[in-house]
T-cell receptor
């Protein structure tokens, strides 16, 4: 089974803090994705990466950056957390060109106070 | 502009009856469609998919129908069970899109015992 692991299930941070959300997958997938899920808004793509050190902006990249130094690990960085970044963050991965089935981690519920 | 639309935010059905979840899309480049199921505090899990070369795909109690001319797909769950109560996301992708998925806002299904 594909395993996508997000380092924290729940995080509470203060406004202005730098926040790191980590995601690791164990299936040698090329593509990795970060989404946020908010009530009534569905899943919105923040950033994705299709190879080590490669990244592309998704639909809502403002206020976020990412890092992919190793194939299995994709990090989401909130440079200066704000209250409107309180959300559920979901990481996903998939093999390149294989039916686009993305496998998700359990999510990180981030609260910014 | 929302390319994948799930216009009904919620659906309630009686246990044993059929659940029909609808999804519409606007981008004619989409050629692969997926349904994900999400429980609270968990990541989405892949449920079933359909390629644009088919109009139906069945997996146990779950069947997805695709009407390309109407740009409409639906997920049928028969018979519905209380454990099916969850949020269901419709997603779509286009060939060559680096495995990117575009998600709808989700439908909350409640199955009453």
């Amino acid at each position: 089974d594909v395993k996508v692991t997000q380092s924290s299930r729940y995080l509470v941070k203060r406004t202005g803090e730098k926040v790191f959300l980590e995601c690791v997958q164990d299936m040698d997938h090329e593509n990795m994705f970060w989404y946020r899920q908010d009530p009534g808004l569905g899943l919105r793509l923040i950033y994705f990466s299709y190879d080590v050190k490669m990244k592309e902006k998704g639909d809502i990249p403002e206020g976020y950056s990412v890092s992919r130094e190793k194939k299995e690990r994709f990090s989401l960085i909130l440079e200066s957390a704000s209250t409107n970044q309180t959300s559920m963050y979901l990481c996903a991965s998939t093999l390149q060109g294989v039916l686009n089935i993305q496998y998700f981690g359990a999510g990180t519920r981030l609260s910014v106070l | 502009d929302q390319q994948v639309k799930q216009n009904s935010p919620s659906l309630s059905v009686q246990e044993g009856r059929i659940s029909i979840l609808n999804c519409d899309y606007t981008n004619s480049m989409f050629d692969y469609f997926l349904w994900y199921k999400k429980y609270p505090a968990e990541g989405p899990t892949f449920l079933i998919s359909i390629s644009s070369i088919k109009d139906k795909n069945e997996d146990g109690r779950f069947t997805v129908f695709l009407n390309k001319s109407a740009k409409h797909l639906s997920l049928h769950i028969v018979p519905s069970q209380p454990g099916d109560s969850a949020v269901y996301f419709c997603a779509a992708s286009a060939t060559g899109a680096n495995s990117k998925l575009t998600f709808g806002k989700g439908i909350t299904l409640s199955v009453r015992p």
